[in-house]
């Protein structure tokens, strides 16, 4: 989709993200991880490390099953996997394949919108899901939230642990409910920068108006 840039992110990001992650949604050394991600996108790391820590099951699905829907439902079949993250698009693949799901299974959807006819399909084929946001330069996932049937909307849902989002205005001062802001990003999850882009950078990462530490910085995510 263009040029790729590359964000430098200290452990530190990533370990809070995982402990986060391992809390809630939750994954324990009893969990079977389906992972279907290429290895090149960020949210592989949910797949691989959360369930190294927990002492939980891989299965990591080749290329090839991860992209046709009837080999990965054949694969789901077998593996029987309690906690799968994939983006809306792969779920529509699977339900079209005629996946049935499973009681079992925690569903984690994120890296695009969450239709509510998507979602609504996969509650009737799952015990649990899980919409989650978040961009590259923050680690993963920022936000996440537990979808039920009886939800009027699909939110992106709440910061996760040492988080801080805002909806800001072009002043950066916080907006009414109800009225339309960028979102910004703070807090432990925060990448040091653009490998060698320094311009972007800064323009980027912005020094934090509500933080008492001085280099504290807030991501401005281009999303409203």
Not at 8 to 15: D, G, K, R, T
Not at 30 to 46: A, P, Q
Not at 92 to 109: D, K, N, P, Y
């Amino acid at each position: 989709t263009g040029q790729p840039k590359g964000v430098e992110i200290p452990h530190q990001a990533l370990v809070n993200f995982l402990w986060s992650i391992r809390q809630e949604p939750g994954c324990s050394a009893r969990d079977i991880m389906l992972s279907v991600t290429t290895i090149s996108f960020d949210i592989f790391g949910l797949e691989l490390y959360v369930p190294l820590l927990a002492g939980a099951r891989v299965e990591i699905a080749s290329r090839a099953v991860a992209m046709d829907g009837r080999q990965l439902r054949t694969l789901c079949e077998a593996v029987r996997p309690t906690i799968m993250q994939a983006t809306p698009a792969t779920w529509r693949m699977l339900i079209a394949a005629g996946w049935l799901g499973s009681e079992q299974l925690t569903v984690l959807c994120g890296g695009e919108a969450l239709p509510p006819d998507l979602a609504t399909q996969i509650l009737e084929r799952c015990c649990a899901l899980w919409n989650m946001y978040g961009p590259t330069e923050t680690t993963i996932w920022s936000t996440i939230e537990e979808i039920e049937r009886t939800d009027r909307e699909i939110t992106i849902g709440r910061p996760i642990a040492n988080t801080d989002v805002y909806i800001l205005d072009q002043f950066l001062q916080p907006v009414p409910v109800g009225v339309s802001g960028e979102l910004y990003i703070g807090g432990h999850g925060l990448a040091r920068g653009y490998r060698g882009r320094p311009e972007l950078t800064q323009d980027r990462f912005i020094p934090h108006p509500f933080s008492t530490e001085p280099l504290a910085k807030l991501y401005r995510t281009g999303d409203l």
